[in-house]
């Protein structure tokens, strides 16, 4: 069993920054690609960014420059800073992980409970 524990989350005004988190635990043998994804009321879940476990990173448009993915795979954590936020930046954010349980095992994707981000104008 895998678990991903998402925190950060809260209400910030437009201009101000968050820093999101995101811990997996469990039964891990190894995490290949983590992320971030986003989803607004009324609309689908869309990529926010993503980190291998080697460090390359992919940032959806809206957001680059504004945000950095990092992560630690000592702590199998995953974070999101994310600054100069805008109103349309508001939703809920979800942790994602590509796990192996086991040597030789696939990789199965994880998901995080998400945490809301409100950013007000």
């Known amino acids: 069993q895998v678990q991903l524990v998402e925190s950060g989350g809260g209400l910030v005004q437009a201009g101000g920054s968050l820093r999101l988190s995101c811990a997996a635990s469990g039964i891990i043998f190894s995490i290949n690609a983590m992320g971030w994804y986003r989803q607004a009321p009324g609309k689908q879940r869309e990529l926010v960014a993503a980190?291998?476990?080697?460090?390359?990173?992919n940032y959806a448009d809206s957001v680059k420059g504004r945000f950095t993915i990092s992560r630690d795979n000592a702590k199998n954590t995953v974070y999101l800073q994310m600054s100069s936020l805008k109103p349309e930046d508001t939703a809920v954010y979800y942790c994602?992980?590509?796990?192996?349980?086991?040597?030789?095992?696939?990789?199965?994707?994880?998901w995080g409970q998400g945490t809301q981000v409100t950013v007000s104008s």
């Open positions: 994602n992980a590509a796990v192996q349980v086991r040597y030789l095992s696939r990789f199965n994707d994880y």
């Open positions: 980190i291998t476990s080697g460090g390359i990173t």
